[in-house]
């Protein structure tokens, strides 16, 4: 059992599964897909016992080793983004049972694009857990360019509405890829090795590393869509499919962050970066109101969840002004780790539910919402709990991330951070009611809008209602069930000695 | 690990999930399903009673219970049964099946809008209300604190019209923002003093020497986040506008959970934190005592200028409220009795009062003071209720609101506060004031002309499911006060958790 | 004393009360009317019984209760009850009510055990739980009638009930300060020491119970409550009810503890101007219920200036506090007995006997007030002269000329009231025998008391008051004042009308009401300019929040432009560069 | 002038040209040309890097060279579909619907 390559088997399972998909009928498609999906997280959830039994190990593929072959390095981390890759994709897997098969016809142009679709997402799944478990720095690119093309693929699909979108992202897509590629170009250049646990250690802050580290920095953050390099998100994120939008939102831009994490820490700890941490912490800052304000200020469900995004992407590198000082740095890095976490699952679970909401009203309007609260009943009660994790109340995986970033920011003396944070709830609570009002307000009597409020509202797949229903509940239980999480998080020392002083005050 | 049959460590846990659990199932029920809701509902209330009863015999007799169970490294979510939190959890166990049963008869009454979802929701916001009383820890106050506030705002908006969403749109700006800053307070507190746990006698005497400049303002902090729910003026706005909720939802809001919620958590902060003489030691306890009969005193005035009933009532808790602060803040033992026994005492008058205004706006139609006239005849053990629990509020002797108001005054004069006595003559005249002409025009004035509606059930003046628990208060009012010398009244009980705090020398 | 004595005590005293509660079932007004006799039975019987009840503990109720059952309690009980059963059978034979029967009975059985509560009470919490209870279930007796001055004089009422309650709650309060317990006797011990707290305790309880006892300035709202009421409601307000205040001096204000000047002092010129100028005004007035009123306000002066001298010099206390207990006997009977008599009279008499038993009637309560030998008005005025003579200390020299003067004002104030009650024309408003007998009974009662009541020192009393010196002195002031009267009436014609209501009913509380809402006009004006002020202040935070709103609309304008136009890459290149400086720097 | 400096010089200033190129042209194509005359300079760096020093091949970057060049590709042809299709669709060869400008001229 301890033999068999586990952390190979989650990117390979999922890779198998989308070859076969690639060409099959669609009906067929969905059942390997299931089944491929059960089997990825079978892999992965005994992948999570062995770390958490054993702890992190080093998994060479084809039994090469680095430098040459390629080495998986699964250790708490990785293995936390793993899972909540996993826990998110077998709802979407789920969600998509449902979305394709009763899909409006811009989204189902042909047969044939079914199948695509589970080949699609099934790759950019394995590639993630590539880019989640690679230790290998070019070999993290080749899967972020996997997921990458791959995404802008899915984003096509929703028709002729988001090809502009579609491309844009894989403008963008490519653009941040190149300069990371660039980076790993300067850091082969002056130490002639790509693997980031080896790389540590050597790095010296030299101008060349220096550039490497602007260059990647500047590519993923391009990739996480940090404001104000932001631009393309919204539209890419809101008019994909609505699992598609999940995906992008709950997991791709968490592939990019958490790279861009790894080199800031595992690779660079040579160069001083306590400037640059306070510029990322600013532009976090700034994300958090301007993407609040816009979600405010949309009509359309899913560009509110889109901006919402923008908004939350924010707090990942808010942390990163705690994170800069030595008191602060260890609850900081696991506050943000545990936000990426529950953000994935509560936003994936929250495009879930608004995709389910726009399948049953036809659109996505918030004018056609009115009134109609009381039969969405159940996307609505998934939209509300993945609400609270957004806002970062308890009980929630967004509470106990809100809570390891506010202790940073105590720890840092950074008031302002506090600030920040404590108002991105605030406004998170904003755009999240502006929402919930829906499912509260009485239909308005003796208005015009009688025959909307009566019916039409279609009957949607009950896997559609069960996927972000228990999506959300995951999203709540990070919060109620955290220690866990924040057991395996710290196994292996991921982040070296970042992690080390860690929660304990 | 504790053993599983270890009621030490669960029956805190049931208390909790007593209401909880059915709140969930209410949740999935069908609105006919009246007759599986109602039983789900009186199950829960009769269990949860019979838990806290065995539970309060367990402290009295000196059995130390907790529920521990591990969340974020250092931070545990802990129950524990304390003197001080049994009184709050007695108070919100007993209320809570007094008001299901008018909450039953009310919604009957109303009509069918989501009956399901309003149980459901009722049942969460008492598990949560019982949840911050057991806490031992902040961590876990925050958690149910947060909880209340969301569990409560769908039953502020539960009519879904706009005046009511205009009314949860101000609960939550006010609550939400109330509940950042007190989670700001707390880490900060956290981050200086690393974790802790709630304590008789408090905890953070013993970091006086090195953090003593940060307690006041942490103290400020967490005294505006409360003070929210606890309506001290200026951030009490809310609670008048919350009065478009149903009957059952205001007696809940203002006499059983949220304001209740507020005030007890403050309360707990300067007993279990701080420790009520460190509290003393800082010079804290004045400025509460200030702010707490500003509030008494501006309220009392807003009061008299409303025609609402509800918002009048509304005012009046606003008000009284205060007391339990004013008891506490004066830093005595006795003023301390009349505080805390003010939180049950407050809770049967105005739980009373809240059910008297429901019965007259659900049987007759009346919602303003100026209508009330004649209703002394239509509705004469209504108005007898409402009757004895006004002339309770002014503090007439013997009844509950005289015994709080008496202690408080004794209070005052053991520690020389001799200005407290001149706000509780001004507070008791103007509570006069604003109650009589309410009582004096229902029993002598005219009925201007027939009833918006008239609902007559049998012999009765209205439904038994409404009267019941009108009287049962109005009778609690009179007992608690006449026999308040006995060994099982709520000022027995109050004199056991005071004097643990204040030993008797 | 036995485990049951004390439960026997308070059922006594509470038993009324259940009677009340019976009037929230207004369906059985008949049950309500037919139990009127019986409620004060208990509290008489428990008067009259020879058996001593002291003072016992029932633990559990209120704040720790205590009863007992001293000779002041048992006198005034005795006086109480005995008022409260005579208005209470007079109430139920005259039908008192008509169809709002279960409401007047409700409040006139509430306020009955209210009154027997207080009286039994021997700690504070009880003693004003029962005053509360009374003075409360009073308002429902005064605003009983309904028209325009019975709701005005409730009002008044009302709120100097409200104010009496707020100056016991806090008086009480500080001298639990001082003493540190409720019970009676330790309270009044502490409050005889000096100190600015317990100078402003008995200030506030000598005025809060001073509301009820209608201690000039405090005494407006019974001129106007007791015309209001009906009779049988004024007979108990007025025998009754305004000794409980007296009884709240007695048993809370450190009377005979200790001297006190300020105290004397200020009562004993509240008591004298009470005694005086209650019967200037009362002579004035056109109505027997407001005349008697104002008979009440000037006995309760002469009651005042007892305790003044009390205070004054302690040592007087025993003399003066029995001196008080026939005052309030004596008092409770007579007026009773007078107020129920305006109803009497108002049908005339037709057989010559019942005129003549009328006649005795109206006329033996009116002598006994005046002071009339063989009656127990002239016992309690030799009561007060014998006080002098029992004390060394330096007494006020006015106090015998007062005495002489109130006796003589006194008797033309009764033939005021004579003048203006007796019967002229027939009017038909038919009583019934039993009223009429409990009536004639009361109205007896000032010449027989004495003789039925078991204590001892009264009959004495009486009988001392039967030498003939004792007689004259007693008389001639009586003699004066129907001499005076008719001088008056000759001269003046101030009996029959010409100054009649020159000072309205309740006197001081019109220039006080006037005052009042001058007052409140410029509160309402205040209120008013800041409400503009507080109006303007959020009107231009909300124009502030409306120019945020544009603001929030040029935002969207740059994020607009930011995705449309090629803005893009200064953002990349900004931010790249922005990063790279940070590194390499 | 080493070689390695004509190599450097060379991928800095085609990434440059590049990089330009991808942000201030508008036509999708030119763009998509820019995304590849990037990766172009990239991958001459790390043909660069192969001839260190000492004079023996490092055949890794070489092998990374290979790998982007496919990754390259394959992101080219979908750019290409892309294009189409949004020429199809909206009959524009931009990202923005803005002022029509004749996209020969750009080209």
Not at chain 3, 41 to 63: H, I
Not at chain 4, 66 to 83: D, N, R, W, Y
Request: with cysteine.
């Amino acid at each position: 059992m301890i033999e068999f390559p586990w952390a190979s088997a989650a990117i390979v399972i999922p890779l198998a599964g989308a070859l076969l998909c690639g060409v099959m009928s669609a009906r067929l498609a969905a059942v390997v897909a299931s089944v491929s999906s059960a089997l990825t997280a079978m892999a992965v959830a005994v992948l999570c016992w062995r770390v958490w039994n054993v702890g992190a190990f080093v998994e060479s593929l084809g039994g090469w080793g680095a430098p040459l072959g390629i080495d998986l390095y699964a250790d708490g981390v990785a293995l936390l983004m793993v899972a909540m890759t996993t826990v998110v994709g077998v709802f979407i897997t789920v969600f998509s049972l449902g979305y394709f098969r009763d899909a409006p016809d811009s989204e189902r142009e042909n047969s044939h694009s079914r199948g695509l679709y589970w080949s699609l997402w099934l790759v950019v799944w394995a590639a993630m857990h590539g880019i989640f478990l690679s230790s290998d720095l070019f070999n993290i690119y080749v899967c972020m360019e996997v997921v990458g093309i791959g995404s802008v693929a899915l984003v096509a699909m929703a028709g002729s509405m988001a090809l502009r979108a579609a491309m844009r992202y894989l403008l963008i897509t490519l653009c941040g890829s190149l300069l990371y590629l660039l980076g790993v170009a300067l850091i082969y250049g002056g130490w002639g090795m790509l693997d980031m646990q080896a790389l540590g250690p050597v790095v010296e802050a030299t101008l060349a590393s220096e550039v490497a580290l602007a260059a990647m920095a500047l590519g993923l953050a391009l990739k996480t869509a940090l404001v104000p390099l932001h631009f393309w998100l919204p539209a890419a994120h809101a008019n994909a499919p609505a699992p598609v939008s999940a995906l992008l939102s709950a997991l791709v831009v968490k592939a990019s962050f958490y790279v861009l994490l790894r080199l800031w820490i595992d690779v660079f700890p040579a160069i001083d970066k306590a400037a640059a941490m306070m510029v990322l912490g600013v532009l976090g800052t700034v994300a958090i109101v301007w993407g609040s304000v816009q979600a405010l200020r949309q009509n359309r469900l899913k560009m509110l969840v889109a901006y919402s995004t923008v908004a939350q992407l924010g707090y990942l590198f808010v942390a990163f002004a705690p994170a800069s000082t030595v008191a602060g740095a260890g609850v900081a890095w696991h506050g943000v780790i545990y936000f990426a976490v529950a953000h994935g699952c509560a936003k994936g679970a929250m495009f879930l539910a608004a995709g389910a909401i726009a399948a049953a009203l036809g659109d996505d309007d918030f004018s056609s919402m009115r009134g109609r609260g009381r039969h969405l009943a159940v996307p609505l009660v998934a939209f509300a709990l993945a609400g609270i994790g957004l806002m970062g109340l308890p009980p929630s995986g967004g509470y106990t991330a809100k809570w390891l970033l506010l202790t940073a920011a105590a720890r840092a003396d950074q008031p302002v951070v506090a600030f920040v944070v404590t108002a991105g709830g605030l406004l998170a609570a904003l755009y999240v009611f502006k929402v919930l009002y829906y499912a509260f307000a009485r239909p308005v009597s003796g208005s015009g809008s009688d025959a909307g409020e009566t019916g039409e509202v279609q009957a949607i797949p009950t896997t559609m209602m069960v996927a972000p229903l228990m999506l959300a509940i995951v999203a709540v239980l990070l919060g109620v069930w955290s220690a866990p999480p924040l057991h395996l998080l710290d196994i292996g020392l991921p982040f070296g000695e970042a992690l080390g002083p860690g929660l304990k005050p | 690990m504790r053993a599983l049959v270890d009621t030490t460590f669960w029956l805190p846990l049931a208390v909790v999930a007593s209401s909880m659990l059915p709140g969930i199932f209410i949740f999935a029920l069908r609105e006919e399903q009246w007759r599986v809701r109602t039983l789900l509902n009186l199950a829960g209330a009769f269990l949860k009673l019979a838990f806290i009863a065995v539970m309060l015999f367990g402290v009295y007799v000196g059995v130390e219970y907790e529920t521990r169970i591990p969340l974020v490294p250092g931070f545990d979510l802990v129950l524990a049964g304390s003197a001080l939190s049994m009184f709050f959890v007695a108070l919100s166990g007993v209320l809570w099946l007094i008001t299901t049963i008018y909450a039953i008869g009310y919604l009957d009454i109303e009509g069918s809008w989501h009956r399901s979802r309003f149980f459901g929701f009722f049942s969460i916001c008492v598990s949560a209300t019982t949840g911050i009383a057991l806490a031992g820890n902040f961590f876990t106050f925050i958690i149910f604190y947060e909880l209340l506030t969301l569990a409560t705002y769908p039953l502020v908006v539960h009519d879904g019209t706009p005046e009511a969403m205009r009314a949860g749109k101000i609960y939550l700006a006010y609550t939400l923002t109330g509940g950042a800053l007190l989670m700001v307070a707390v880490v900060w507190l956290h981050g200086a003093v690393g974790p802790f746990d709630f304590q008789e006698g408090g905890v953070l005497s013993a970091f006086d020497e090195e953090h003593r400049h940060r307690f006041v303002p942490i103290f400020a902090l967490i005294f505006v986040g409360l003070g929210v729910k606890a309506a001290i003026v200026p951030l009490h706005s809310w609670l008048p506008a919350s009065m478009v909720a149903p009957a059952p939802v205001s007696a809940l809001l203002h006499a059983v959970a949220v304001v209740k919620a507020g005030a007890y958590g403050i309360v707990r902060v300067m007993y279990d934190v701080f420790g009520i003489h460190y509290i003393a030691e800082l010079g804290i306890g004045r400025w509460v005592a200030v702010a707490a009969s500003v509030t008494i005193i501006y309220a009392s005035l807003k009061a008299l200028a409303q025609d609402s009933l509800k918002r009048r009532l509304a005012f009046s808790t606003v008000s009284q409220v205060s007391y339990i602060l004013l008891g506490v803040a004066m830093i005595g033992p006795v003023a301390a009795v009349g505080g805390i026994v003010h939180l049950v005492h407050q809770g049967l008058m105005k739980i009373t009062l809240f059910f008297c205004a429901g019965n007259i706006a659900e049987t007759l139609g009346l919602r303003r003071i100026s209508q009330l006239g004649g209703v002394g005849a239509r509705m004469p053990w209504t108005m007898a209720a409402f009757t004895v629990a006004s002339l309770a509020m002014i503090g007439v002797p013997p009844l509950a609101g005289f015994v709080s108001k008496w202690y408080l005054g004794m209070g005052a004069v053991q520690v020389g506060y001799y200005w407290v006595i001149a706000v509780l003559m001004a507070s008791s005249a103007l509570n006069a004031a604003y109650f009589l002409p309410i009582v004096y025009r229902a029993y002598y004035g005219a009925p201007e002309r027939p009833w918006p509606r008239d609902e007559r059930a049998g012999v009765l003046e209205t439904r038994a499911s409404l009267l019941g628990p009108t009287l049962a208060t109005a009778g609690l009012v009179i007992v608690v006060g006449v026999m308040a010398a006995s060994p099982y009244s709520p000022v027995a009980w109050v004199e056991i958790v005071i004097a643990r705090i204040y030993p008797p020398a | 004393m036995g485990v049951w004595t004390e439960y026997a005590l308070l059922s006594a005293a509470l038993l009324p009360l259940v009677a009340a509660m019976g009037c929230l079932f207004r369906s059985d007004a008949r049950w309500v009317l037919a139990v009127a006799p019986f409620c004060a039975v208990p509290a008489l019987v428990v008067a009259l019984l020879p058996v001593g009840l002291e003072q016992v503990g029932v633990p559990w109720l209120f704040m720790g209760a205590q009863i007992g059952l001293d000779r002041t309690g048992r006198l005034f009980l005795l006086a109480a009850a005995s008022v409260w059963l005579a208005a209470a059978i007079f109430a139920q034979s005259q039908g008192i009510g008509g169809q709002r029967a279960h409401r007047f009975f409700g409040c006139f059985y509430a306020a009955m055990a209210g009154n027997f509560l207080l009286i039994v009470a021997a700690d504070a919490v009880t003693f004003l739980t029962g005053f509360a209870l009374m003075s409360y279930a009073g308002y429902g007796l005064v605003v009983h009638r309904f028209d325009d001055e019975a709701i005005r004089a409730a009002k008044v009422y009302l709120i100097l009930v409200v104010l009496a309650e707020v100056l016991l709650f806090a008086g009480a309060v500080l001298a639990w300060g001082i003493a540190g317990g409720w019970e009676l006797s330790v309270l009044q011990d502490a409050l005889s020491t000096a100190g600015p707290a317990a100078t402003v305790a008995i200030a506030f309880l000598l005025c809060g119970f001073g509301i009820k006892a209608a201690m000039v300035p405090l005494h407006v709202w019974l001129p106007l409550a007791h015309p209001a009421a009906p009779v049988p409601a004024s007979a108990v307000l007025s025998a009754a009810m305004i000794k409980a205040g007296l009884l709240g001096w007695i048993r809370f204000l450190p009377f005979g503890y200790q001297d006190l000047q300020w105290l004397g002092w200020w009562t004993f010129v509240a008591g004298i101007v009470a005694a005086l100028a209650g019967v200037m005004i009362g002579v004035v007035q056109s109505r027997p219920k407001t005349i008697l009123a104002y008979s009440s306000i000037s006995q309760m002066g002469y009651m005042t200036i007892l305790l003044a001298l009390s205070a004054l010099t302690p040592e007087l206390y025993p003399a003066i506090s029995v001196a008080v207990l026939v005052y309030v006997v004596h008092h409770a009977v007579a007026k009773g007995a007078l107020f129920l008599s305006v109803s009497v009279v108002r049908e005339a008499p037709r057989r010559w006997w019942s005129k003549l038993l009328e006649g005795i009637g109206l006329v033996v309560p009116a002598l006994a007030l005046a002071g009339a030998p063989l009656t127990t008005g002239a016992v309690a005025k030799a009561e007060l002269k014998h006080i002098p003579d029992t004390g060394e200390g330096a007494l006020p020299a006015l106090f015998d000329p007062v005495l002489i003067v109130g006796a003589v004002a006194t008797t033309v104030l009764m033939v005021r009231f004579l003048w203006v009650v007796w019967p002229r024309s027939r009017r038909r408003e038919p009583i019934s025998n039993i009223a009429r007998l409990v009536w004639f009974a009361l109205a007896t009662a000032v010449v027989w008391a004495p003789w039925v009541i078991p204590w001892q020192y009264l009959r004495r009393a009486t009988v001392a008051t039967l030498e003939p010196a004792a007689i004259w002195s007693a008389l001639w002031p009586l003699v004066v004042g129907v001499m005076l009267s008719i001088v008056f009436v000759r001269r003046h014609h101030l009996l029959s009308g010409r100054l009649e209501d020159a000072i309205p009913a309740g006197d001081l509380l019109l220039p006080v009401t006037t005052l009042l809402q001058e007052g409140r006009a410029t509160l309402r004006f205040g209120i008013r300019v800041a409400q503009s002020a507080l109006d303007m202040a959020v009107g231009a935070t909300r124009r502030r929040i409306a120019e945020y709103r544009r603001f929030l609309f040029i935002l969207e304008i740059v994020e607009a432009r930011l995705r449309r136009q090629a803005w893009d890459w200064v953002w990349i290149i900004v931010v790249g560069a922005g990063l790279l400086t940070a590194l390499i720097l | 002038m080493t070689t390695e400096m004509i190599y450097s010089a060379t991928s800095t200033g085609l990434i440059g040209l590049g990089f330009y190129a991808l942000l201030v042209r508008r036509h999708l194509i030119r763009r998509l040309m820019a995304i590849n005359i990037m990766g172009t300079g990239v991958f001459i760096l790390f043909v660069s890097l192969s001839a260190r020093g000492d004079g023996e091949l490092d055949p890794v970057p070489q092998a990374m060279v290979l790998t982007g060049i496919v990754v390259a590709v394959s992101a080219t042809a979908l750019g290409l579909v892309l294009i189409r299709r949004i020429h199809a669709v909206t009959g524009s060869t931009r990202l923005t619907p803005g002022a029509v400008v004749s996209d020969e001229d750009e080209l």
